[in-house]
């Protein structure tokens, strides 16, 4: 049963910036799951994609063009920890941020909200005043 923690969510003025991580867990085999993502929802707005990263040996990487230039995606294989470093942040950021994993990643790379697939964490919320 894989689980995924989302942290390092809080309170940032205009300009600042966060770094979130994603916690897996549940797996045997490092590396594994394949794809991971984030995803941001705001209050009364659909969920979007905002950046994915597949496998090291597959290299690909997907931004949301609202994040491009200002967050980046990564990956610590050996802890299996997911990171999304995000730089001057706007106000427009703000939303509950989740992390996904799967084993496919064309959902994920394209950047879809298929909450009824692979995996998901609960969220960490960023707000950006």
């Known amino acids: 049963h894989v689980q995924l923690v989302e942290s390092g969510g809080g309170s940032v003025q205009a300009g600042g910036s966060l770094r979130l991580s994603c916690a897996v867990s549940?797996?045997?085999?490092?590396?594994?799951?394949?794809?991971m993502g984030w995803y941001r929802q705001a209050p009364g707005k659909e969920r979007e994609g905002v950046a994915a990263?597949?496998?090291?040996?597959?290299?690909?990487?997907a931004y949301a063009d609202s994040v491009k230039g200002r967050f980046v995606i990564s990956k610590d294989n050996q802890k299996n920890i997911l990171y999304l470093l995000m730089d001057n942040l706007e106000p427009e950021d703000t939303a509950m941020y989740y992390c996904?994993?799967?084993?496919?990643?064309?959902?994920?790379?394209?950047?879809?909200?298929?909450?009824?697939?692979?995996?998901w964490g609960q969220g960490t919320q960023v707000t950006v005043s």
């Open positions: 996904a994993a799967d084993i496919e990643a064309w959902w994920l790379l394209a950047l879809r909200p298929q909450t009824d697939f692979g995996w």
């Open positions: 990263l597949a496998s090291p040996s597959d290299g690909r990487i």
């Open positions: 549940g797996y045997t085999i490092i590396g594994w799951p394949y794809c």
